[in-house]
T-cell receptor, first 114, second 116 residues
């Protein structure tokens, strides 16, 4: 039961470097999401996708790009990392058919930008 | 835009006692869903309980129950017979109803401490 898998789990970057976080889900879910979690701020939505080839902006999209080339994968990219992007990033997915809308989360990826 | 407010940054309770975590939300919609998620030190987000706004009956899952007051826009979580494993961050979350792809809007969380 893999569910939602994020890689890498930890990463340290220098300011200006780029990186990509990979999210993979094996539940055949239509919808996928990227959140960031900061102390005292809860989880905030960065981008989301309603299906292969589609993406949309969430609450805090600036400085991030995403792609969903395959239904099971959702990539989050940082082109030029900034210290303000130090955070824990969560990927989540859900089916598009269930009205209750429960999100299934990955284990999170801790990113530190120096 | 909807907002979710958790007014208690931290709560402490003795093991085996009952504790209630508060959550209020602001929305103009009539159809929506509410959730409580638990985040232990492992960081994993775990669904504790969900409530559909159209249901008047409060949801219950074993030791966890909610007090859903739709008119007051309040959604509190009651944990009975608290256990050490209940220690975690608890997040209240809102999602619009219908068939849209909206993600969840989260509150800032309540850190629950269980005293042995």
């Amino acid at each position: 039961n893999a569910g939602v898998t994020q890689t890498p789990k930890f990463r340290v970057l220098k300011t200006g470097q780029s990186m990509t976080l990979l999210c993979a889900q094996d539940m055949n879910h239509e919808y996928m999401y990227w959140y960031r979690q900061d102390p005292g701020m809860g989880l905030r939505l960065i981008h989301y996708s309603v299906g292969e080839g589609t993406t949309a902006k969430g609450e805090v999209p600036d400085g991030y790009n995403v792609s969903r080339l395959k239904k099971q994968n959702f990539l989050l990219g940082l082109e030029s990392a900034a210290p303000s992007q130090t955070s824990v990033y969560f990927c989540a997915s859900r089916t598009g058919t269930a009205y209750t809308g429960e999100l299934f989360f990955g284990e999170g990826s801790r990113l530190t930008v120096l | 835009a909807q907002t979710v407010t958790q007014s208690q940054p931290e709560m402490s309770v003795q093991e085996a006692e009952t504790v209630t975590l508060s959550c209020t939300y602001d929305t103009s919609e009539s159809d929506y869903y509410l959730f409580w998620y638990k985040q232990p030190p492992s960081r994993q987000m775990i669904l504790v309980i969900r409530q559909e706004a159209y249901k008047q009956q409060n949801a219950t899952e074993n030791r966890f129950s909610v007090n859903f007051q739709k008119a007051a826009k309040s959604f509190s979580l009651k944990i009975s017979d608290s256990q050490l494993g209940d220690a975690a961050m608890y997040f209240c979350a809102y999602r619009s109803g219908g068939g849209g792809a909206d993600g969840l809007t989260f509150g800032k969380g309540t850190h629950l401490i269980i005293q042995p």
